[in-house]
C-alpha cells in the first residue's frame, strides 16, 4: 500500500508502537486491532526478542490488521523484514544506517523513518529520504536502554529545520502529551500508554484527541 506525503503527516498523529511484554493473555493482533479501532493513526512493530520466522509471521498477521484500517504499518531496524513481510515501510536508527543507503535498498515508495535526536541528524536523515523522523526521548523511557532525554527545544528546533514530519517518543502519556504544544512536532508516538492499558481502545481514543490539540496548537 502506498502513502502520500499527507497521509504520511497526518499519521503521525497518534504512533502506536507495539510491545508484547504488557499484553498477558492477549494476542498482539487483538491489541493492534483495538488501538487502530480506537483512533492510532500509525503502526510501527517493535519486537525486540522475537526472530526468524516467528517474527515474519507475526510481522505479516500485524499487517493485516493495519490493512483493514489502511494505517501505515513499519517495522523497526530490519530492513530485511520489511521487505519479507512487504511492510509499508521501516523505522531505523542511526546504527542501522552505517554504510547503508536504506532508501535505495527499499525503493521509492516505501515509508522510511529515522532517528534523530539533534538537528543535525535530522537534516542529514532529510537529505537520506527519510519521510519522517522520530525524535526523543522527550520524557524518559523504559523500553529503551540507552535513550537519553531530548529537551523540548531541542524538539522544537528539530523541527524547524527539516520539512518533513517529526514525530515524539519517549515516555508520553495522557498526563504530559499537551506539553508538546507548540513544538511543532507533527504528532506523538507512544508504547505503554497504549500497550500496556487495560483498555487499548479508550486509551487510544483519548490520547488521538489529546494528539490532535497538540498539533492543532502549533503556530
Not at 41 to 48: N, S
Amino acid at each position: 500500500m502506498k502513502f502520500t506525503k499527507d497521509e504520511i503527516r497526518r499519521g503521525m498523529t497518534l504512533y502506536a508502537v507495539t510491545d508484547r511484554t504488557w499484553l498477558g493473555d492477549r494476542t498482539l493482533e487483538q491489541v493492534v486491532e483495538e488501538v487502530l479501532r480506537g483512533g492510532a493513526t500509525f503502526l510501527q512493530l517493535r519486537e525486540k526478542e522475537l526472530t526468524g520466522e516467528a517474527l515474519l509471521s507475526l510481522a505479516r498477521r500485524v499487517k493485516e490488521v493495519a490493512a483493514r484500517y489502511r494505517v501505515p504499518f513499519v517495522v523497526n531496524d530490519s530492513v530485511e523484514l520489511a521487505l519479507a513481510c512487504d511492510a509499508d515501510g521501516v523505522h531505523v536508527g542511526q546504527r542501522d544506517l552505517m554504510g547503508r543507503d536504506i532508501r535505495a535498498i527499499i525503493g521509492p515508495d516505501k515509508i522510511l523513518g529515522i532517528t534523530a535526536n539533534t538537528v543535525e541528524l535530522a537534516m542529514a536523515a532529510q537529505q537520506a529520504g527519510a519521510d519522517y523522523v522520530g525524535a526523543g526521548a522527550v520524557f524518559g523511557t523504559t523500553t529503551k536502554g540507552d535513550a537519553k532525554n531530548l529537551s523540548l527545544d531541542t524538539l522544537r528546533d528539530i523541527c524547524r529545520a527539516v520539512t518533513i514530519p517529526v514525530v515524539a517518543i519517549g515516555g508520553i502519556n495522557a498526563g504530559n502529551l499537551l506539553r508538546l504544544a507548540g513544538t511543532g512536532a507533527a504528532g506523538a508516538a507512544v508504547v505503554s500508554a497504549l500497550f500496556a492499558q487495560a483498555q487499548p481502545e479508550q486509551s487510544a481514543r483519548s490520547l488521538r484527541v489529546l494528539a490532535e490539540e497538540m498539533v492543532a496548537a502549533y503556530g
